[in-house]
């Protein structure tokens, strides 16, 4: 049988992934460097939107998924963070917010008018992977969060030089993720290093971090080819 990696291997392991990581899609390589238009910026916001409500129902299942009182303890904050405490406050505000900020009518945004079958379909299929999946395979998935904050920061960066046009106010969503995805992503790789320490785990948590990388691109990939269509 094949034997499992040191921790500091592991943590390699993962780290590796980052190549997969969406930030070097075309979409988003396009996004940053200016070249997209008032409707496609609009478009990839409106269809993120229904990425952002997945996020607590895929939380919510890994901690019914979790047997660990103490692993769900930590994980139901992320919870709070999304919904918040109404409807004012948190991720989900925070994204409307930034659709307000570039030209999106909110209820255009929640009544999912804009999302393309294949954000979707992708997004569905992330949620069902950490409905039925151990929870430590979805806790996995989500160290997409190693490679987000640097990314985020160099949007808000981006979008302030390329599109004068957003109203500074939407930035707010990535001011408030920045410091809460840098702090969640130490502690998720410290939970799945100390819970995936068979073989079997391993190669199961670096699989789950690649699927994961593979929806965000999926999800990408439709926003780019509706663009503008």
Known sequence: MAQPLTRERFAARLHDLRGRYWDT????LRLHSGGCTPPELRRWVANRWYYQLCLTRKNAAIIA????????RAWVERLGYQDGPNGDEGGLADWLVLAEAVGLDRAEVTDERHVARGVRFAVDGYLHFCQTRPWTEGVAAALTEMFSPDHMARRVTAWRTHYEWIDPAGYAYFEHRIPTARRDSARTLELVLDHCTTAAQQQAAVEALAFKCEVLRAMLDAVDYGADR
Do not use: S, T
């Open 65 to 72: 998924n979790c047997p660990l009182p103490e692993v769900r």
């Open 25 to 28: 899609h075309p979409f988003h």
